[in-house]
């Protein structure tokens, strides 16, 4: 069919908003530490952030390990391709990653790991309502945000998230562990918080308020609308750029040297 200005702005625009949203979660990637976040998880997420902490440190390894024994390999003049040399690389990594795991299990098993309290059937079921309804609910408000706007998903949104909240807190009745050397947040943290919440409130309101305001127009095309609120809203979520603290392991400055500690596995801090 035919190609127009304004169907080519409209996949312009679509794409940017995709664009985008891949950004945020780079960024937020970039700037999450495995070991902190493990320590920041409810207890009833806990054990689910443990095998998600332990795969995300043991996958690199994984990956070098398949790298030397392709080398090793191919210096003995023995092949790394095809099904023989599949058969010769893949069952040393393979043997490596159980003994690893083996290990792994052993000394998680002797901290106590996977222990669990007994709670009443009437938490339990509250826990099962709970916590999957405030998921799928904050899931619909987030899509109604980004697709439409308006009050209606901002509502859904919080109470989704109050009900997520509220199940997480009767899950982790569940969990008899402590904390050792809680993690605490200072003033950096605390403003890449703000920065993800001040720009999906400051949309939220303009949306409400104003909605043509955040709308392209594509037929005809036309120059976007301006929005000022908007804009210092998106500008406030560059802020992390400048102000997020180093992780953990990174604080000491380029080069600085590390230590293991006892903690979740991948858990360093500069040595002294």
């Known amino acids: 069919g035919p190609v127009g200005a304004g169907a080519v702005l409209f996949a312009a625009c679509d794409g940017m ?6 950004v945020c979660l780079g960024a937020a990637n970039a700037l999450a530490d495995p070991a902190r976040l493990l320590k920041s998880l409810p207890g009833a997420l806990y054990e ?3 095998a998600v902490v332990v795969a995300m440190t043991f996958a690199p390894r994984l990956v070098s390990d398949l790298v030397r024994t392709r ?5 003995r003049g023995r092949p790394d391709r095809g099904v023989r040399g599949l058969r010769r690389v893949a069952l040393p990594v393979l043997e ?4 690893r795991a083996v290990a792994l299990a052993a000394a998680m098993d002797t901290r106590g790991y996977g222990r669990v309290a007994e709670v009443s059937p009437a938490v339990r ?3 099962a309502v709970l916590t999957p309804g405030g998921l799928l609910g904050v899931c ?14 901002i509502v859904l949104l919080t109470v989704g998230t109050a009900a997520a909240l ?8 569940r969990s008899v562990r402590t904390r050792h050397r809680p993690d605490r947040w200072g003033g950096r ?26 709308q392209q127009p594509v037929a005809p095309p036309d120059w976007p609308p301006g929005a000022p609120a908007a804009l210092v809203g998106a500008l406030v979520g560059l802020v992390p750029a400048v102000v997020a603290p180093l992780p953990s392991g990174r604080s000491g400055g380029p080069g600085a040297p590390e230590r293991r500690v006892d903690g979740p596995p991948g858990a360093t801090v500069p040595a002294p």
Do not use: H, I, K, N
């Open 17 to 22: 908003r995709m664009a985008t949203v891949l």
């Open 48 to 50: 689910v952030g443990t």
């Open 71 to 75: 080398s090793a390999q191919r210096l």
């Open 96 to 99: 490596g990653s159980l003994e």
């Open 125 to 127: 079921r509250a826990t």
């Open 140 to 153: 619909a408000g987030v899509y109604g945000a980004l697709a439409d706007g308006g009050t209606a998903p």
């Open 166 to 173: 509220a199940g997480l807190r009767l899950g982790g009745r």
């Open 189 to 214: 943290a605390w403003l890449v918080t703000a920065s993800g919440w001040v720009p999906m409130a400051v949309f939220a309101l303009v949306a409400a308020v104003d909605p043509a305001s955040l």
